[in-house]
């Protein structure tokens, strides 16, 4: 097995940092928003390091046992995607010696921590790009980057002409990494956090990177150091040839969220054109690979998914009840267990309020409720998947995850009408005259020859073993 042992049971929670919590105000820049401003790609509202280990209660009572950070390491921006320096972490963050008390507060909780790896493309402050920036065409890392032409100009308006930038943005040249000083470099950072005991890398855009060489190199440094670190891809489509032995454990399953919201947010699939679609992703990778995807309905690149769902309540507890059935990681992007709103970047990365009074506390319980379920069933961690159900008529979809003698049924109804369904239950091995629980609730159920009869509230889920 190539995938680490720990994340088929793995359930992460992703921490903008600059907006999670401000635990050191020392650190603070001087022209520092007030806490919970409108975002902007601009402005700094001081969340740091401190503040994940004030707030380590939170997360933990919340049930998660995996961080992803956005990007920690010196940049110019509140995302931290232009990189200046990878070996030193944002003084606005907070210092090395904060980041290992993080590690040690998440360590000695069974919590493991990833990190965001940007090595596309850095900032303009990199030193070896602003060495081009000084000397030019003399430059001894002219080579580092893409240079089309000199001189270089990286700050007037418009799009880069004389460097390859990603999308064109002249704030990120994208280094060339067939140079071997550059591959070294980027390699050397890859094993340097891993060695500092961070537990993996989520990468940036690695499909820009589009060298399979490359790729098996940094797996390889990363693994050297820690075989059980997880490296995560950020594919945003269905494309198998980034996971294995060659290049990632598993990929941010995008298309999933996708599915999820054509399914319950305007009716695009039907119960079958959503089980197929579903069903289709987890089967196009292999088994361990397909275990191992990071499985979210938001990040900082999304819009949040209570704005999605326009707040309904019902839909964004149906929409976790399936997540949190599938097969992979589930993760929750923070803040959307206490339903924070906002539109695509920046209005998705907005400071959390921390007054509990402004929180969607049933959606919270719900996640908490859902989390212990499957901690406590491993057949939703590690158990096969299985279709029961797909009936478009009514538009109900029902699985089952299958371990052993253990088996979850998964039953979700995407419609405003009460189900009253009479669902096949005997491949699952299931008898006459066993009797069965709501998960999520407290209704009791009973085995009729080879049918389970259940009734599924509107826009519902239940989860029956």
Same mark, same amino acid.
Request: charged fraction near 25%.
């Given at each position: 097995?190539?995938?680490?042992?720990?994340?088929?049971?793995?359930?992460?929670?992703?921490?903008?940092?600059?907006?999670?919590?401000?635990?050191?105000?020392?650190?603070?820049?001087?022209?520092?928003?007030?806490?919970?401003?409108?975002?902007?790609?601009?402005?700094?509202?001081?969340?740091?390091?401190?503040?994940?280990?004030?707030?380590?209660?939170?997360?933990?009572?919340?049930?998660?046992?995996?961080?992803?950070?956005?990007?920690?390491?010196?940049?110019?921006?509140?995302?931290?995607?232009?990189?200046?320096?990878?070996?030193?972490?944002?003084?606005?963050?907070?210092?090395?010696?904060?980041?290992?008390?993080?590690?040690?507060?998440?360590?000695?909780?069974?919590?493991?921590?990833?990190?965001?790896?940007?090595?596309?493309?850095?900032?303009?402050?990199?030193?070896?790009?602003?060495?081009?920036?000084?000397?030019?065409?003399?430059?001894?890392?002219?080579?580092?980057?893409?240079?089309?032409?000199?001189?270089?100009?990286?700050?007037?308006?418009?799009?880069?002409?004389?460097?390859?930038?990603?999308?064109?943005?002249?704030?990120?040249?994208?280094?060339?990494?067939?140079?071997?000083?550059?591959?070294?470099?980027?390699?050397?950072?890859?094993?340097?956090?891993?060695?500092?005991?961070?537990?993996?890398?989520?990468?940036?855009?690695?499909?820009?990177?589009?060298?399979?060489?490359?790729?098996?190199?940094?797996?390889?440094?990363?693994?050297?150091?820690?075989?059980?670190?997880?490296?995560?891809?950020?594919?945003?489509?269905?494309?198998?040839?980034?996971?294995?032995?060659?290049?990632?454990?598993?990929?941010?399953?995008?298309?999933?969220?996708?599915?999820?919201?054509?399914?319950?947010?305007?009716?695009?699939?039907?119960?079958?054109?959503?089980?197929?679609?579903?069903?289709?992703?987890?089967?196009?990778?292999?088994?361990?690979?397909?275990?191992?995807?990071?499985?979210?309905?938001?990040?900082?690149?999304?819009?949040?998914? +209570?704005? /999605?769902?326009?707040? @309904?309540?019902?839909?964004?507890?149906? %929409? $976790? =009840?399936? *997540?949190?059935?599938?097969?992979?990681?589930?993760?929750?992007?923070?803040?959307?267990?206490?339903?924070?709103?906002?539109?695509?970047?920046?209005?998705?990365?907005?400071?959390?309020?921390?007054?509990?009074?402004?929180?969607?506390?049933?959606?919270?319980?719900?996640?908490?409720?859902?989390?212990?379920?499957?901690?406590?069933?491993?057949?939703?961690?590690?158990?096969? +998947?299985? /279709?029961?159900?797909? @009936?478009?008529?009514?538009?109900?979809? %029902? $699985? =089952?995850? *299958?371990?052993?003698?253990?088996?979850?049924?998964?039953?979700?109804?995407?419609?405003?009408?009460?189900?009253?369904?009479?669902?096949?239950?005997?491949?699952?091995?299931?008898?006459?005259?066993?009797?069965?629980?709501?998960?999520?609730?407290?209704?009791?159920?009973?085995?009729?020859?080879?049918?389970?009869?259940?009734?599924?509230?509107?826009?519902?889920?239940?989860?029956?073993?």
């Amino acid at each position: 097995m190539t995938v680490p042992y720990w994340v088929e049971d793995a359930i992460f929670y992703q921490i903008f940092p600059d907006r999670f919590a401000n635990g050191d105000l020392h650190n603070d820049p001087a022209n520092v928003q007030p806490w919970g401003s409108p975002p902007t790609s601009w402005g700094f509202q001081g969340g740091d390091l401190r503040g994940i280990i004030d707030k380590i209660d939170y997360i933990l009572d919340l049930g998660v046992n995996a961080i992803y950070l956005n990007p920690i390491f010196l940049a110019n921006s509140n995302h931290r995607y232009n990189t200046v320096d990878y070996l030193k972490i944002d003084p606005r963050v907070g210092t090395l010696e904060d980041f290992h008390a993080l590690l040690e507060v998440a360590h000695s909780n069974n919590v493991r921590l990833i990190l965001d790896g940007v090595f596309n493309h850095c900032g303009r402050g990199f030193f070896a790009f602003t060495d081009i920036l000084e000397n030019q065409a003399y430059s001894a890392y002219r080579d580092w980057f893409h240079v089309n032409k000199f001189p270089v100009d990286a700050y007037s308006p418009g799009k880069a002409e004389d460097y390859k930038a990603w999308w064109g943005f002249k704030s990120l040249p994208k280094f060339n990494t067939n140079n071997q000083a550059v591959r070294q470099y980027l390699l050397n950072v890859a094993r340097y956090w891993i060695e500092q005991g961070a537990d993996g890398w989520r990468l940036d855009v690695p499909n820009e990177i589009d060298d399979d060489s490359f790729w098996l190199e940094f797996r390889n440094a990363v693994k050297s150091v820690n075989r059980d670190a997880y490296l995560v891809g950020e594919i945003w489509t269905v494309e198998p040839r980034w996971v294995g032995p060659n290049h990632f454990d598993g990929l941010m399953d995008y298309p999933v969220r996708d599915a999820v919201l054509d399914f319950l947010n305007g009716g695009f699939l039907t119960a079958t054109g959503f089980a197929d679609q579903v069903e289709g992703i987890f089967k196009r990778y292999p088994r361990e690979n397909a275990y191992a995807m990071y499985v979210t309905l938001g990040s900082h690149d999304t819009e949040r998914i +209570y704005t /999605r769902f326009n707040g @309904d309540l019902n839909k964004l507890k149906l %929409a $976790f =009840a399936f *997540v949190f059935a599938y097969p992979g990681a589930p993760a929750i992007y923070y803040g959307d267990e206490i339903g924070m709103a906002g539109g695509k970047d920046p209005e998705c990365r907005a400071a959390v309020n921390w007054n509990p009074e402004s929180w969607l506390e049933e959606l919270r319980g719900w996640l908490r409720t859902l989390i212990s379920l499957r901690k406590k069933h491993a057949a939703l961690r590690r158990g096969a +998947y299985r /279709r029961v159900l797909a @009936d478009d008529r009514r538009n109900v979809y %029902a $699985f =089952a995850r *299958v371990l052993g003698d253990e088996v979850v049924l998964v039953v979700l109804n995407a419609s405003a009408v009460r189900r009253h369904l009479r669902l096949p239950v005997k491949d699952l091995g299931w008898r006459d005259g066993l009797i069965l629980h709501n998960l999520l609730g407290f209704e009791e159920y009973i085995v009729s020859g080879d049918w389970l009869v259940v009734s599924v509230p509107p826009w519902g889920g239940i989860w029956i073993g």
